[in-house]
């Protein structure tokens, strides 16, 4: 059967089952195939009594001795068989209320038994007799698959064992036999079968190797082809001008050593005629704003137009207001373009842009909306958005006669295996160094039982003049969860504890204006302390906070812990962090600690991506990257970095055009990656 037949030509594979199997997003057999088991139950090793742990399942080998049955004063009856295994150590099998399997037993002869041993006993064991004739069936290491409702387990196991047999293996499309060679992989056909029902360990580590090193191989060389599919000719090439050296000059801070070399980095690839496709990595408050400022501003003495895009309005509105303060004496035509912008401006803005009278355009996804025509775009920075860039690139060139420049900004450093994956279609720029004089944010960990004392704390740099955070899981309160909320802890907080000084709340359910407006009496200083949910973590700049609290610390991930604690420590203050919690679990504990050991995110993100693992991180599976079925970037990291290295010679060898093997492979997978990221 060809692997793109549906599930329906299986025999057994009927409306309902196959309804069971499309809820688990298995349409075709090759689909089924790649349904990779989550777990598995190994019956093929027999163990003595005397090595099994009573937290794991083993199987042992054990002659019947004696059968007993006995009724308990509740009329309930119980099943004793004595066993002896193959170091004469004697053990007791138990079931309750099962009198009818007795007859399935005889004295004197052996079974095999498989489940957990606690205390002289095994409760309500697998068993066989061994000389059963489905005995290989019960003693191999059985597949345990991911389920949906109404689908059993033994069903699942049954139709993938049945599709490994019609499937034509022929008609999948591998590894090239090269690379198969050189890794001395095992064939494709062996790696699919022994995956779902290995032979052996052995032959698991095998599949399991071969199946993890494809899915890097597949998604990295994908990643490559899609960006060569960028790094086109056809792009600007920028020229260079001595006022952007000036304008760096006047600035009223020095650029870091980082900063300069990442913007280094930006200009010789703008004044490429290959389109630049680049994101800018840094920590919180390390200055990736100013370097896309200065990349607008040589855009803009080339002639061409810039949009800068933000995840929310108020960064919108903050990096428009920042943007008219540095170049106020340097004749560029700005506007801001977010929804809440009255029709009859956005009018005037969108006339603005397809005009050319207008330079510079920032705002939120509303630039990228269909009445937005720009006259001559030249470069689209996209802050905070991790996987803004492929479809959205597609779509702004198929609307300009050139493609512009793309740099994206991300304040969430993220670690080098991750960035090879997420990253693997831009080329990557890192600003790993602070603004001198920056002062490292001291955090401390705060039990509830002293609050008290961190209030007095609060309130002593209140009196100073300065401004805090205080971050909440929830808007509301709710029943189901012991969370404080925002609603109330602002009611506790504006009332009783900081009743001498202005308390605002802040939160996403709150109009666009009145979150704007909120913000911006904080930046005033109208307001002392600002009570928010995490709508403040992307962004917000006040130099002047130099405290926050986030309450429940324990549920918060360790990168967002991280990114909110970046909202203060913007200034020259000395700035601290309290991470209020109770009951923590050993995931939270370890948070915490790294929290108070560490202000560096790249140190941070790493370990976060040891205790969270790929999946959430930057909400991958909502990006629009593959998720890994069987990979892991901390665990196989090493074949993760052989791939890479393995795709390098792969494609000098293709552009070579001596193999047509390889070139036919190279083709079909960048006809398969275009299509999976083409825009419907």
């Known amino acids: ?117 606690d205390q002289g006993k095994m409760v309500h064991p697998e068993f066989i007799h061994e000389k059963a004739p489905n005995i290989d069936k019960f003693m191999r290491i059985t597949p345990s698959y991911p389920l949906t409702n109404g689908l059993k387990q033994w069903q699942i196991q049954k139709v993938i064992e049945t599709a490994l047999g019609l499937v034509d293996f022929s008609k999948i499309q591998g ?90 980095e930006i200009i010789e690839d703008m004044t490429d005629l290959k389109v630049m496709n680049r994101i800018v990595q840094g920590d919180v408050g390390s200055g990736k704003t100013i370097v896309g400022f200065i990349a607008l501003y040589l855009t803009v003495l080339n002639g061409y137009q810039g949009a800068m895009m933000a995840p929310t309005e108020i960064l919108a509105n903050q990096h428009y207001e920042s943007f008219i303060e540095y170049f106020k004496d340097h004749n560029i035509r700005v506007a801001c373009l977010t929804s809440s912008v009255k029709t009859k401006d956005k009018e005037e803005i969108y006339n603005g842009i397809k005009d050319g009278s207008l330079d510079v355009v920032i705002g939120t996804h509303a630039l990228i909306q269909e009445a937005v025509k720009f006259n001559r775009l030249g470069l689209v920075i996209t802050d905070e958005q991790h996987r803004f860039g492929v479809k959205q690139r597609q779509k702004l060139a198929d609307n300009n006669d050139t493609i512009p420049d793309i740099l994206v900004m991300s304040a969430t450093p993220i670690p080098r295996t991750l960035s090879m994956v997420i990253y693997g279609d831009l080329e990557i720029s890192t600003i790993d160094e602070m603004p001198k004089g920056r002062k490292e944010i001291r955090t401390h960990y705060v039990k509830k039982s002293k609050k008290v004392e961190m209030y007095d704390f609060i309130k002593k740099q209140l009196i100073q003049g300065r401004q805090g955070y205080f971050v909440c899981p929830l808007v509301e309160t709710s029943d189901k969860l012991d969370l404080l909320s925002v609603e109330k802890h602002y009611k506790a907080l504006n009332e009783v504890v900081f009743n001498e000084f202005e308390v605002a709340m802040i939160h996403g359910q709150m109009k666009n204006e009145e979150k704007d407006q909120i913000m911006v009496d904080f930046k005033n200083k109208k307001i002392d302390v600002l009570v928010s949910t995490t709508v403040i973590e992307v962004g917000i700049d006040v130099a002047n906070a130099n405290f926050m609290v986030i309450e429940n610390a324990e549920r918060f991930g360790l990168s967002q812990l991280h990114q909110l604690r970046g909202r203060v420590g913007r200034g020259s203050h000395q700035s601290y962090c309290f991470l209020l919690a109770d009951r923590l679990g050993k995931v939270a504990k370890e948070r915490i600690k790294i929290m108070i050991q560490s202000n560096d995110g790249f140190k941070i993100s790493e370990k976060d991506l040891e205790l969270r693992g790929p999946g959430e991180i930057l909400g991958i599976r909502q990006s629009g990257i593959p998720m890994f079925k069987l990979a892991n970037i901390v665990k196989h990291h090493a074949i993760l970095s052989k791939t890479q290295r393995d795709i390098k010679v792969l494609l000098r060898e293709y552009k070579l055009g001596e193999d047509q093997d390889l070139i036919n492979f190279v083709n079909n997978k960048s006809r398969e990656i275009f299509n999976s990221y083409k825009l419907s």
């Open 175 to 264: 590894l090239p036999q090269e690379l198969i060679k050189k890794n001395q992989l095992c064939p494709l056909e062996y790696a699919i079968k022994n995956i779902h029902f290995p032979d052996n360990i052995s032959a698991y580590k095998a599949a399991k190797f071969h199946l993890v090193y494809e899915e890097f191989f597949n998604l990295q060389l994908g990643m490559i082809l899609l960006k060569n599919n960028f790094d086109q000719d056809n792009g600007i090439a920028f020229k260079k001008f001595k006022v952007v050296d000036d304008f760096i000059v006047s600035l009223p801070f020095e650029l870091t050593a980082a900063q300069n070399r990442v913007l280094l």
């Open 1 to 117: 059967m060809d692997p793109l037949d549906s599930v329906k030509k299986i025999k057994g594979v009927g409306k309902i089952k196959a309804s069971y199997l499309n809820a688990l997003n298995i349409y075709t057999l090759q689909d089924l195939l790649k349904h990779y088991p989550s777990r598995y139950i190994d019956k093929s090793n027999l163990s003595a009594i005397s090595e099994m742990d009573s937290r794991d399942s083993s199987a042992v080998k054990g002659k019947v001795i004696r059968l007993k049955t006995r009724k308990t004063f509740k009329r309930k009856s119980i099943l004793t068989i004595t066993v002896v295994d193959f170091e004469d150590t004697i053990f007791e099998v138990v079931f309750f209320n099962q009198n009818q399997i007795i007859s399935r037993f005889k004295e004197g002869e052996f079974y095999i038994f498989y489940g957990k041993y």
